[in-house]
Every structure is written in structure tokens, then in C-alpha cells.
């Protein structure tokens, strides 16, 4: 129905999607925002997603969360922050010509009313995001209605562009991107890749120390969890043995060495990403703070940091110096697996090669 003197339509997300002819239940996020489809006439986006942080919400398992909204200053504490980080990547993700690896994101007032509610009010800056077709990793290994096979999961990932990748490994690392898990990658039919709920970048530091965690950057656990997929192989066989404690998750193949030749980046970036970070390299920390917003000076430390690092030592050693950082979470570094093969009579992914064959 149409929402008389609403800035913006609000319904719910759909629960279930189709892809490549499997059914997908919509994830709903560990955030302590509410996400919406929005309908707005000012947009420029044939579709479009808002994230309110002062309405309540239901957990994953249907408890109500976040009761009392707004009137908890941590939760206005944390839009804020939240806001001030994604405005201030999205400005950056452009200077640097990565914006095509993450949605459009913006700020806008909603003046509203809960879906299905014309009773509940809603008027508040909310945080628009272009919507992204696609499911994520996580659904694509797991969540899908009847089961996929695995030849076409292989498939699926074995056709995302290495030059994605690539990218997609140097956006998390420049960033210091701290939640870039299976979750927060979708991938769509055409095996394309977007970066979303970037809302961790720049570092984190409320629960430990964390300077990069991503499914694409060895030594974070968010690579281990990709590397290995514990629930994948649980998944995949309900009686879980040693034999298959190692098994390798499809997810491994998403390693940025296998898709670069010789396995490392060394100082190859993209020529106008590397005049940005030269660019950042040589600005104080407190110019990047003025300049992008960014609402720690933490934040703004840890991007000069990246950026020097990364422009005087290359991708390798700037990887090694900021996982230094952060030796509590960090795991060794594993050989790559970019080549898996199902061994269908043993129930258990093999690795055939570390290079990427394709590549060379």
C-alpha cells in the first residue's frame, strides 16, 4: 500500500531467493540495525536497502533485540561510528578506483512507517545501500534448497575473475577490513564479486587487537574459516572423522595466490590505486582524520600506516607487518590450495594444486 507523505516505502527483505535453480534463505546479519527494501523517489537505484539502527529488532532465532531502540546511547553511539566509517570508505574506495567492489552507499532522512505497522513512526537518518543481486558464500556452501552439487559450486567459484580477487585482497588489507567473512562476500550468477557490511573497516579494537581479518588474506581467521569450512564438511556428511578434519572447503580456491602469477603481488597494484596510496602515504595522520571524517584517529592512523607500508614494501611484507599486530589470531601461513577435486568414494575435498592453472 502506499505510504501517504512518506519520504520512503519500507518492506520487509525477501526471505527466499533463487539462484542458478536452488532456493536460498535470506541471511539476516549480526548487526544491530534493522535492513529494509526502501522504495524512494529521489534514488537513482532501481533497487535500494536502508539499515535503521533505532527500531527494534529479532535475533536469527526470534528473540526481540535492541528493545529499547534509541533510548541506549551505546546504539546511537555505534550508527554513528558505523555511518562515519562507510561514508568515509566509499569516499576513498573512489579516489582509489576500487568503488565497483563494494554498493553505493549514502545517508538520507526516512520518514516512515514500520512494514505491516502503520502505528510505529519512523523518522531518522537512515544508511542507504544500493542492493547487490546475488547470495553469499556462506548460503552458496551451505543453504541451499535441494542441496547444490559440488561440481557446480566449483564452478561457480572457479569463474571469479582473478583480477578480482586481487583486488578484492588489497581493498580488505589497504582498509584493514575486520569482518570480511563468507557472510559479507556475495557472488552472483555470473560469478561476479561485491564486498558488503563493510562496517568493520579501518580496524577494530573494542575486542582485541584486529588489523585485518578476511576470507582473502592468509593468516586471519576468517581465512582459516574459508581455508577449512568446518560447517561445510558437516554439511557434507553427518558423521564427521578424521579423515576428514582437514578437508579443504571450495572456499580455499578464494586464496589471492592462486590468482596471481607467481603467487604474490608484491608492488603489481593497479597504476591509480597506487598514486591514491602514495597520495595517503604522504599525508599526516591527522590530514586523513580532517579530510575523510573519520570519526577514531586510530582509524586514520592505521590507513597512513597500510599505505606506507604497502607502497615502500609491497603487499607480501605489509601483510606480514600488520599480522604482527595481531598474534592472538593469527594462524600460520598455509600453502594455498587452488585446486580442489571431490573424492566422492571417501566424502572429502582433495587439493590438486597450489597455482592456479589458468593463470599461466
Not at 548460503?139 to 583480477?163: C, G, K, V
Not at 584486529?210 to 581465512?223: A, G, K, Q, V
Request: hydrophobic share 35%.
Amino acid at each position: 500500500t502506499k505510504c501517504s507523505g512518506c519520504s520512503t516505502t519500507l518492506t520487509h527483505m525477501e526471505k527466499k531467493r533463487r539462484f542458478h535453480g536452488h532456493q536460498f534463505p535470506t541471511e539476516m546479519g549480526y548487526s544491530k540495525g534493522s535492513v529494509y527494501q526502501a522504495a524512494n523517489a529521489s534514488s537513482k537505484f532501481a533497487s535500494t536497502l536502508v539499515k535503521l539502527w533505532c527500531v527494534p529488532k529479532k535475533s536469527r532465532d526470534g528473540r526481540p533485540i535492541n528493545v529499547h531502540a534509541c533510548k541506549d546511547g551505546r546504539v546511537l553511539r555505534n550508527k554513528n561510528i558505523v555511518i562515519r566509517r562507510l561514508i568515509a570508505l566509499e569516499k576513498l574506495a573512489t579516489e582509489c578506483r576500487m568503488e565497483h567492489l563494494m554498493p553505493k552507499v549514502w545517508v538520507e532522512r526516512v520518514q516512515s512507517f514500520l512494514p505491516g505497522d502503520d502505528r510505529k513512526k519512523v523518522d531518522q537518518f537512515g544508511l542507504f545501500q544500493s542492493k547487490v543481486e546475488g547470495i553469499s558464500l556462506r548460503n552458496l556452501i551451505l543453504d541451499s534448497i535441494p542441496p547444490m552439487q559440488y561440481d557446480t559450486i566449483n564452478e561457480l567459484l572457479a569463474n571469479i575473475s582473478s583480477s578480482q580477487v586481487k583486488e578484492a585482497a588489497l581493498f580488505d588489507l589497504l582498509f584493514s577490513q575486520c569482518d570480511r567473512s563468507r557472510s559479507n562476500v556475495l557472488i552472483s550468477e555470473n560469478s561476479d564479486i561485491q564486498l558488503i557490511d563493510n562496517e568493520l573497516a579501518f580496524g577494530e579494537y573494542r575486542f582485541g587487537i584486529c588489523e585485518f581479518n578476511s576470507i582473502f588474506l592468509p593468516t586471519s581467521r576468517l581465512y582459516q574459516d574459508g581455508r577449512v569450512g568446518v560447517e561445510y564438511r558437516r554439511a557434507m556428511s553427518r558423521n564427521l572423522t578424521s579423515s576428514t578434519a582437514m578437508s579443504p572447503s571450495p572456499l580455499a580456491v578464494l586464496d589471492y595466490r592462486c590468482h596471481v602469477k607467481g603467487g604474490s603481488i608484491g608492488t603489481n597494484f593497479p597504476s591509480k590505486t597506487l598514486k591514491c596510496m602514495r597520495r595517503l602515504a604522504q599525508m599526516s595522520v591527522e590530514e586523513i582524520q580532517l579530510e575523510y571524517s573519520l570519526p577514531v584517529t586510530r582509524f586514520a592512523k592505521n590507513l597512513q600506516e597500510r599505505a606506507v607500508d604497502l607502497t615502500e614494501l609491497g603487499f607480501e611484507e605489509a601483510l606480514r607487518k600488520a599480522g604482527e599486530k595481531q598474534p592472538k589470531t593469527n594462524f600460520p601461513l598455509y600453502p594455498p590450495c587452488c585446486s580442489i577435486r571431490r573424492e566422492k568414494e571417501r566424502d572429502i575435498n582433495i587439493c590438486t594444486s597450489s597455482t592456479k592453472p589458468s593463470l599461466f
